[in-house]
């Protein structure tokens, strides 16, 4: 069956350090998106991308935060400047056009 | 963001029982909502959804409930069983195809053997 992969599964990094955060969404779906579960919080979207743009963004988002596709595969989301709150698991999901988004695994980001 | 709200933190049933999820939403906009359900150091796994416009779908031993005018979903297991301890997540959304899905704080359940 099909599933959405991410990589790494766990990254620490420093403050203020730049991170990838990398996604291979299934093969035939549309629709992408980044959501983030800080400890003890709920799942909160970030990101929505289609046709390769931003289709919504939420508050979280802001400009540290980018999202690409470089190629057909990869789905990546860069935080430029990273700060000790952007410590939280950041799980990919992706779509075709039915309504199940269906989510990766996860990377555990420790910002310290 | 109180909009999808689980007032449950945590769930234990005996395995072979009913398990009863709820789920309470804010927004009347939403008009599709999804249940997931959660491993430790796992993702969402997709478990089952439904429409605004039925009050019910099953899909085996689960079904969810939605009555729009008290704005309220359940899902219910059964039987439960021991594999189906997990957090369970309400999801909601909007009927756009690129719609964010927001959800509730998750409901841990518990089945013991």
């Known amino acids: 069956e099909p599933e959405v992969t991410q990589t790494p599964s766990h990254q620490v990094t420093q403050m203020g350090q730049e991170v990838i955060l990398r996604c291979v969404p299934i093969s035939n779906h549309l629709y992408f998106y980044w959501y983030r579960q800080i400890l003890g919080q709920k799942v909160e979207f970030l990101v929505s991308f289609y046709n390769n743009e931003i289709s919504e963004k939420s508050e979280i988002f802001d400009d540290q935060f980018s999202v690409e596709r470089p190629d057909g595969s990869n789905f990546t989301l860069k935080i430029r400047s990273t700060k000790l709150e952007d410590s939280a698991m950041y799980f990919c999901?992706?779509?075709?056009?039915?309504?199940?988004?269906?989510f990766g695994p996860g990377t555990r980001l420790t910002v310290t | 963001d109180q909009q999808v709200k689980q007032n449950s933190p945590s769930l234990s049933v005996q395995e072979g029982r009913i398990s009863i999820l709820n789920c309470d939403y804010t927004?009347?906009?939403?008009?599709?909502f999804l249940w997931y359900k959660k491993y430790p150091a796992e993702g969402p796994t997709f478990l089952i959804s439904i429409s605004s416009i039925k009050d019910k779908n099953e899909d085996g031993r689960f079904t969810v409930f939605l009555n729009k005018s008290a704005k309220h979903l359940s899902l219910h297991i059964v039987p439960s069983q021991p594999g189906d301890s997990a957090v369970y997540f309400c999801a909601a959304s909007v009927k756009t195809s690129g719609s964010r899905l927001t959800f509730g704080e998750g409901t841990q359940l518990t089945v013991n053997p």
């Open positions: 927004n009347s906009m939403f008009d599709y």
């Open positions: 999901a992706s779509k075709q056009g039915a309504y199940e988004q269906y």
